[in-house]
């Protein structure tokens, strides 16, 4: 499989994960349920825009690499204080954490395969 869509495949995956993850942060109290979240599905719809439907133009390649960093910036703004113990108990805190290290996994993985597509000389379809 090559790069670029290793790249697409990642970043499509880390936009599902990012929409999981914002409705458990939802569900679990960690924050309120709101037209707030309207702005969460605008960057969304962004990554996703940026995934499909400008995925060979350098503006897309940016795209993906802003929601990977999106996507790895979620482990460590959930973890720099810990999660409560209460919460660590409660059902459901497996696939939280489990989402949070796979947002982390694809979110590097994505800005590393971003990086070498933006690097990579624009000769010709790939």
């Known amino acids: 499989m090559n790069r670029h869509v290793m790249l697409v495949v990642t970043s499509l995956v880390s936009a599902v994960l990012l929409a999981l993850h914002i409705s458990q942060d939802i569900v ?5 349920a709101g037209l707030n979240h309207l702005v969460g599905v605008g960057i969304i719809l962004v990554v996703v825009c940026g995934t499909l439907l ?3 133009t350098r503006l897309g390649k940016v795209i993906m690499l802003l929601g990977g960093a999106m996507s790895a910036g979620m482990l460590p703004l959930h973890m720099r204080h810990g999660l409560r113990p209460e919460f660590l108990h409660s059902g459901g805190a497996l696939l939280f954490v489990w989402t949070l290290y796979l947002l982390g996994v694809m979110g590097f993985f994505s800005i ?15």
């Open 28 to 32: 679990f109290g960690f924050d309120q």
């Open 112 to 126: 590393i395969l971003a990086v070498l597509e933006l690097w990579r000389p624009s000769a010709g379809p790939r």
């Open 54 to 56: 400008l995925p060979r």
